[in-house]
């Protein structure tokens, strides 16, 4: 199958930003999600893209803060998160489904990476 690789993570503090990339991103559909410890994993959004228009969609805690997007060139997504939280604390992974039809159903993902680990120290 498929193996996704997350990178960027780390540790920053409070009310600052980090980029994570996900490749390869040959799929329509991909999406990241986040595990924070002790919690189920949490969808943060997807991005569609077909023929070349890409749909971008989160879930309401993530609107205003992160940014998902697409580099076709680099056949990569990212991940822009501004003005992180220790509560933004966990285990950040990308995941792409075969279907081009996209939505933040995690059981409806088929690939997955291993994630990267985003700390955010107060």
């Known amino acids: 199958g498929q193996q996704l690789v997350e990178s960027g993570g780390g540790s920053v503090q409070a009310g600052g930003s980090l980029i994570l990339s996900c490749e390869p991103a040959?799929?329509?559909?991909m999406a990241w999600f986040r595990q924070a410890p002790g919690s189920k994993r949490e969808a943060i959004g997807f991005?569609?893209?077909?023929?070349?228009?890409?749909?971008?969609e989160y879930t309401n805690s993530a609107k205003g803060r992160f940014t998902i997007s697409r580099d076709n060139a680099k056949n990569t997504i990212s991940l822009q998160m501004n003005s992180l939280k220790p509560e933004d604390t966990g285990m950040y992974y990308c995941?792409?489904?075969?279907?081009?039809?996209?939505?933040?159903?995690?059981?409806?993902?088929?690939?997955w990476g291993q994630g990267t680990q985003v700390t955010v120290s107060p």
């Open positions: 991005i569609s893209t077909v023929f070349e228009a890409s749909t971008v």
């Open positions: 995941a792409a489904r075969i279907q081009w039809e996209c939505n933040l159903r995690e059981a409806d993902f088929e690939y």
């Open positions: 040959p799929y329509a559909c």
